[in-house]
């Protein structure tokens, strides 16, 4: 059974930083895209970044120059390093792997902004 489990979330203050990993489990990793995605309270999911198997990025027009995801297929994870983190920010996150044929999500990491 396929599992993708996140962690790193938490409560930081306006301005601090976040690093979400995502692991992997039962499946190639190396050939699936990779991405996190958020959804807050309210709202619908949205992507936050992509990473290719090739190791091409794309981010969130509200993320870019604050996120950076990255993977390690080595150890079957990926991360996003999260800076200068804004209240908008709040949300739960999702890990997704995304192959030719399939597709799978974690259960999700909370992450709270707030003074």
Same mark, same amino acid.
């Given at each position: 059974q396929?599992?993708l489990v996140e962690s790193?979330?938490?409560?930081v203050?306006?301005g601090? +930083?976040?690093?979400?990993s995502?692991?992997? !489990?039962?499946? #190639?990793?190396s050939?699936?895209? *990779?991405?996190?995605?958020?959804?807050?309270?309210?709202k619908q999911?949205?992507?936050?970044?992509?990473? !290719? !198997?090739?190791? &091409? #990025?794309?981010?969130?027009? +509200?993320?870019k120059?604050?996120f950076?995801? +990255?993977?390690? &297929?080595?150890?079957?994870t990926?991360t996003l390093? *999260? &800076?200068?983190?804004k209240?908008?920010d709040?949300?739960l996150?999702?890990? &997704?792997?995304?192959?030719a044929?399939r597709?799978?999500?974690g259960?999700?990491?909370?992450?709270?902004?707030? +003074?």
């Amino acid at each position: 059974q396929v599992h993708l489990v996140e962690s790193g979330g938490g409560l930081v203050q306006p301005g601090g +930083s976040l690093r979400l990993s995502c692991a992997a !489990s039962q499946i #190639t990793f190396s050939i699936y895209n *990779m991405g996190w995605y958020r959804q807050a309270p309210g709202k619908q999911r949205e992507l936050v970044a992509v990473i !290719s !198997s090739g190791g &091409n #990025t794309n981010y969130a027009d +509200s993320v870019k120059g604050r996120f950076t995801i +990255s993977r390690d &297929n080595a150890k079957n994870t990926v991360t996003l390093q *999260m &800076n200068s983190l804004k209240p908008e920010d709040t949300a739960l996150y999702y890990c &997704n792997g995304r192959g030719a044929i399939r597709e799978y999500w974690g259960q999700g990491t909370q992450v709270t902004v707030s +003074s």
